[in-house]
């Protein structure tokens, strides 16, 4: 008996340590409806296309991320931001 209560808490441990990893990944973060941040400042970024503006998003990103410690979310956060922005610049042609 006690065997099988032993199973069944490995097995119900498993399965909440299953549940609790997926809620972490979240969604998909193309989607602008479950990513983190601002909706604004994604907005900004996807849809920039004045290479001043998105280097002026970039910068701020980077300063907010250097402001923040390492495991910060909002550093996390600033890191997506600016990545995003760089991305968005090298699509637009503002690398030359």
Do not use: H
């Not at 099988?4 to 808490?9: A, G, Q, S, W």
């Not at 990944?25 to 602008?32: F, H, L, V, W």
């Not at 600033?78 to 042609?93: F, I, N, P």
């Amino acid at each position: 008996m006690v065997g099988k209560f032993r199973e069944f808490c490995g097995t119900l441990a498993l399965v909440a340590f299953a549940l609790i990893v997926l809620a972490g990944c979240g969604g998909d973060s193309s989607d602008p409806a479950t990513r983190p941040g601002s909706p604004a400042v994604w907005a900004r970024i996807e849809n920039g296309t004045d290479c001043a503006a998105l280097q002026s998003e970039f910068d701020t990103a980077m300063d907010n991320a250097e402001a923040r410690e390492s495991g910060d979310p909002y550093r996390d956060l600033s890191l997506d931001y600016a990545k995003a922005a760089d991305d968005r610049m090298e699509e637009v042609g503002c690398y030359g």
